[in-house]
């Protein structure tokens, strides 16, 4: 099937811009990213409500990732920007695509990515807030940035890379001491994931430099190196850290709320185990044992709220 899109939504006003071979490659991305949505999308339904918020959050990630790749693979959500160099044989100041969309998806998508770690850490709430406000503190000024013509756009490229090392010293402090209180399967899975999207995360600015800093990169290039990178972000990291958690017991986290739970059911280790009861009391057809997790529980029934210390005390008197 021919590409046509160009065609359609000509790259008005920019001279560096993506060919019909940059927007086959998008195709490519949003159709992974599509397939990946779906197949959490119904994934969710295999656990009980109130046990869902992880498949939740990647869902955010996905759907806005798709939502974006379908633009930009369109030849739509971009601004024309004057260049600071002259690269690839283009003189200085020649107008080119800034994807303005891009930022967008990641205002979204990439505190969710954070939330998924951190919620799966016990972090305190003050400490996630924090978080995630240096994180959007990062995307803007990195669209900013890339708005800006002059050299004054290196400037918000520093305060995006200072709010990222920010982001990289709650995960490997704060974040990883509370996963370690969780207990070891929580800490493996929270190391393994934030190592993997530390890395991949670390190569955003190294990207931004390239192409909406520098222009050294063309924009078909740019979009390989983001298509990769989000590839592995999103769709590869999400399916990882969600199989990492199905070995933990996500009671602990205490994150069932509304009609689901109530504030004096929620799970208590110390309580269950000063009134002499498993973990698993008043959760029919379930037996004694340390682990919830994603895969051992099915259908879409709620989660059956624990017994409160008092009702506890009364069963086991």
């Known amino acids: 099937m021919t590409n046509h899109a160009l065609d359609t939504n000509p790259p008005n006003g920019a001279l560096q811009h993506i060919t019909t071979r940059g927007s086959d490659w998008l195709w490519a991305v949003f159709a992974i990213m599509s397939v990946t949505d779906i197949i959490v999308f119904f994934w969710q339904f295999a656990l009980p ?26 030849d739509l959500g971009f601004a024309s920007i004057n260049t600071e160099f002259s690269h690839m044989g283009f003189p200085q100041n020649t107008t080119r695509q800034i994807w303005y969309v891009r930022y967008i998806d990641w205002v979204i998508t990439t505190p969710s990515l954070l939330l998924t770690l951190v919620l799966g850490s016990g972090l305190p709430l003050s400490d996630i807030i924090a978080l995630c406000y240096f994180d959007l503190v990062m995307i803007v000024t990195g669209l900013v940035g890339a708005l800006v013509a002059t050299s004054y756009k290196w400037g918000f490229f ?33 190391i393994k994931s934030a190592i993997i999207l530390s890395f991949l995360w670390l190569l955003y600015p190294i990207a931004w430099g390239l192409a909406d800093g520098a222009s050294v990169i063309s924009p078909d290039s740019e979009m390989i190196f983001y298509g990769i990178l989000d590839v592995l972000a999103k769709p590869v990291f999400t399916f990882f850290h969600l199989y990492s958690l199905s070995k933990c017991d996500l009671s602990l986290l205490q994150l069932s709320s509304g009609k689901f739970s109530t504030s004096g059911g929620v799970f208590d280790r110390e309580k269950h185990a000063a009134a002499g009861l498993p973990a698993t009391v008043g959760v029919p057809g379930t037996t004694a044992g ?17 017994p409160r210390l008092s009702e506890a005390t009364a069963v086991n008197a």
């Open 49 to 74: 409500r109130g046990h869902r918020v992880f498949h939740q959050l990647c869902l955010f990630i996905l759907t806005t990732a798709a939502i974006a790749y379908f633009c930009m693979a369109s």
């Open 158 to 190: 520093a305060f995006g890379c200072a709010a990222l090392l920010y982001i990289w010293w709650v995960l490997a402090g704060p974040a990883r001491s509370s996963a370690a209180a969780l207990g070891p399967e929580f800490k493996s899975a929270f």
């Open 290 to 306: 340390p682990k919830g997790g994603f895969f051992s529980k099915r259908g879409t029934r709620d989660v059956v709220a624990e």
